[in-house]
């Protein structure tokens, strides 16, 4: 089944450095690729998304490529700040067959803190 | 205006009782889903209904039953809650497209501890 793999956090960095938390997945068909991120104590939020091979993905100096060849969806920013302090979340979406629906697979989240 | 709001935000209960989250979303989406997220912040789909029809349906204990009284609305009830109960619920909604590329919009959980 498909399948989405992060790197284990946390992820610690200090403010303006760069960042990067890798994601691989594993799809049969052609999926769209998501971040989302969960700041402590609130819900998810969609950070960015790509529907198709080699599409950029941007929000808030945070960017992803959609790489077919690598099965990669890697985020990263160049100058991290201490309110991206946060879990981000690698996610799959896919329509099943079975019932021509869509279906959303989360990684496990990478957890990442930045101090100042 | 919240898009996706569930209530209660923080639901503390003892083993066995029953209890209902309940969910609504105001972005006219036809699709709407539970999610539940573990002590590890690993999160899974439960259910995921469109229009008020039962879509899928991930080998969730029949102690757990979704209902949709409209397109807008999905409760989740939970009979002789257990302590591996213990977790955040998220519900989300999308689009009607058949669509992989529909934005998934979630609400800001609901954190359940049986005791």
């Known amino acids: 089944g498909d399948s989405v793999t992060q790197m284990e956090g946390p992820v610690t960095l200090s403010e303006e450095a760069f960042l990067t938390i890798n994601c691989t997945y594993t799809?049969?068909?052609?999926?769209?690729l998501f971040w989302y991120v969960q700041y402590p104590g609130e819900g998810l939020q969609l950070l960015l998304k790509a529907t198709k091979a080699d599409d950029k993905g941007s929000n808030k100096g945070f960017e992803a490529t959609y790489r077919k060849e690598t099965t990669s969806f890697h985020l990263e920013k160049g100058s991290v700040q201490v309110s991206d302090s946060a879990v981000y979340f690698c996610?799959?979406?896919?329509?099943?067959?079975?019932?021509?629906?869509?279906?959303?697979?989360f990684g496990t989240g990478t957890r990442l803190l930045v101090s100042p | 205006d919240t898009a996706v709001s569930q209530t209660p935000k923080y639901l503390v209960t003892q083993m066995g009782n029953d209890k209902s989250i309940k969910c609504e979303q105001n972005?006219?989406?036809?699709?709407m889903y539970w999610y539940k997220q573990d002590s590890k912040k690993f999160l899974k789909i439960m259910f995921s209904?469109?229009?008020?029809?039962?879509?899928i349906n991930e080998t969730v204990p029949n102690r757990f039953s979704p209902k949709s009284p409209d397109k807008a609305h999905l409760n989740l009830h939970i009979n002789s809650l257990e302590l591996g109960d213990s977790a955040v619920y998220f519900c989300?909604?999308?689009?009607?497209?058949?669509?992989?590329?529909?934005?998934?919009?979630f609400g800001e959980g609901s954190w359940l501890t049986v005791v």
């Open positions: 209904y469109n229009n008020k029809e039962l879509i």
């Open positions: 972005l006219g989406h036809d699709t």
């Open positions: 996610a799959l979406s896919d329509v099943r067959p079975s019932t021509g629906f869509q279906k959303l697979v």
């Open positions: 989300a909604s999308s689009p009607p497209r058949r669509d992989s590329g529909n934005t998934i919009y």
């Open positions: 799809a049969t068909g052609y999926p769209s």
